[in-house]
């Protein structure tokens, strides 16, 4: 089985691709996701964050308040290393765990959506990576559709890698700033091309 990587920059496109690429008929397990459901209402993982932050960190129902720590988180550096120290492992052993099950399948082509796939070192774990980009501008205004703050955008990509960096060290770039049929194009390129050499030897 040949697994690609996902990753990009907040607000570039990364979930848009990923959906193409599984409506392509390649399996899709999205990180973000797997965040949600390590921490859901029972979970040691929520268990193991109230114990690291307290319960100021839940809703009155129960559930992980994300505004509250994503504003503690971006604002304190060491908050952000405790929570990832937290939720990385949870995060990297479920996904490993559904690439498993693929693999057992006997899946040819799968997929993992990594946000921060060179921060956390997951690309020693793929064959391919795709980086999914676009201009810095582009970036901004979708982000402020979504009601963020210029201040808070600095701050979500002060946390990662440069999006040129993760650019020069991918396999393969997305660029999403035309259309979406033009984004769609990119990606029916990459699997005709990743799919090439199973067809041949066939």
Request: hydrophobic residues 40%; charged residues 30%.
């Amino acid at each position: 089985m040949l697994l690609l990587g996902l990753t990009g920059g907040v607000g570039m496109g990364k979930s848009t691709v990923a959906e193409m690429f599984s409506r392509g008929g390649v399996r899709v397990v999205d990180t973000d996701a797997l965040a949600r459901e390590v921490v859901a209402p029972g979970s040691p993982g929520l268990a193991r964050v109230v114990e690291a932050f307290g319960t100021e960190c839940l809703t009155p129902a129960g559930t992980l308040n994300r505004e509250w720590m994503a504003g503690l988180v971006f604002e304190d550096p060491g908050a952000r290393r405790r929570l990832e120290g937290i939720l990385h492992p949870l995060i990297r052993a479920a996904w490993q765990e559904r690439v498993a099950q693929w693999r057992r399948a006997g899946c040819d082509l799968a997929m993992v959506v990594i946000p921060l796939l060179y921060e956390t070192e997951a690309d020693g774990e793929v064959d391919r990576v795709i980086c999914v980009a676009c201009r810095p501008d582009t970036q901004r205004e979708r982000l402020r559709q979504r009601g963020w703050s210029d201040e808070e955008i600095a701050r979500r990509n002060a946390a990662q890698l440069p999006a040129e960096e993760k650019m020069r060290r991918a396999d393969v770039v997305i660029w999403t700033e035309g259309t979406l049929k033009t984004t769609a194009a990119q990606v029916e390129r990459v699997l005709q091309r990743l799919r090439r050499p199973t067809a041949t030897s066939a």
